[in-house]
């Protein structure tokens, strides 16, 4: 008995010390890059040796895999049958905008090693936008016919694009500007022209 | 007679020169773009010019330098003129698209570099980022403005360049120095041109 909860005090310890690492490393990723960013740095911030991280993961791009794994995709919210009102569309778009900004430096991390033309990082950001058009495609197609998989495409990469141009207009700031109600207030508005009211 | 030669030695070996630097500063191009600025190194670029660091050193103080003066190149002001019509039609639109396929294609290399250092906090890259969305918008406003009140345009001109920015950096991603030439092909334009026309044409398209 003692020896089992013995046990699970370490193991919790572990994840926890796990999760610290991981968020430490995502930190330093997005304001350093993958490439300024040492196991050492990663250690030294969270007053650990080399070795102990060396114990949780074999290298540092097992930690950038594990961060790139837990990176958002497969959060869309699934179709159900009945032809979605426009208002209901426009919202589900916010909602999927709101869950992408609430991880600035994920995005930032992520961003940093795509552009860069870092495979894993490209595959993961191809494989969201896939789920993303094969998620929400029904509910578009059945509110505007054959043209909802185009406004669909186009209001992901409008989602991408607000993205990524606050990301290199603010930099550290990045996390701040998200917060602001402006910045998802101008999302919406141009989702509603991207997604015009159906004539009756 | 050995008097009046030398001026001409002179002239010539300032046009050998000129060349040198031109031929350093498209090696640092492709280079920076391909691996980014920190990772390039000036021994990298010389070797590419098959010159040695030292005569490098001759033409640009530093690496810095020679990133400076690729910010001061000229093309990154060159954008093809659209003339403003009394409406924004899908021909327009068409024309917009293709003139900003066309800049990025050619300065696919400089945007990616621009990005790259934006990212990394570089302050001059970050004030170009700013500068050349501002330029954008200029230029497009008025096609906007044919059609749609002033609030409105400004709405519209910024869903064009989130969704350019979104598809060209998609691209990039996927494509990098192949962008240039990708960015260019017909098929390509095509599809740019029939996305950015259902969110930004006319809309006169049957309902569901």
Redesign the interface.
Known sequence: MAQAARRNDVERTGSMTKQKILATAQELFANN?Y??TTVKAIASRLDLTDPAIYYHFRSKRHIFDSLLQSSGAGQFVAADNEVPSREDLIDRMMSTFNAYARQPDML?ML??Q????DPAS?QR??ET?ATFQATLAPLF????????P??L??????????I??A???Y??GFAQVVEQPWFAQ?AR??FE??M?P??A | MMRAAAPQDGECVQRRGDETRRRILGAALDLFARD?F??TTVRTIADACGLTDAALYYYFRSKRAILNALWQAPQINALDAVPVRPALTEQVLSELVDAMLAVNARQNAFI?IL??Q????DPIA?AM??DA?ARWRRYLTPHFEASFDRDDAA??V??F???????T??D???H?AAYASLGLHPAYRERVK???N???GP?D????
């Open positions: 890059g490439n300024g930032r961003f940093r795509q552009y860069r033309g490209n950001r191809r936008m197609t059945r509110l505007y016919g054959e043209t909802g185009a406004i495409e186009a209001v992901g990469l409008v989602t991408l694009g607000i990524w141009d990301i290199l207009s930099g550290h101008r508005k141009l022209i991207a015009p159906v004539p | 980014g920190e990772a990616r990005v790259q934006a990212l990394a906090g970050v980022h700013k969305m709405l519209r910024d869903l360049m989130m969704l350019t920015i979104g598809l950096f998609s990039q991603m996927d990098g029939a996305i950015a259902i969110v930004l809309r398209r049957a309902p569901a």
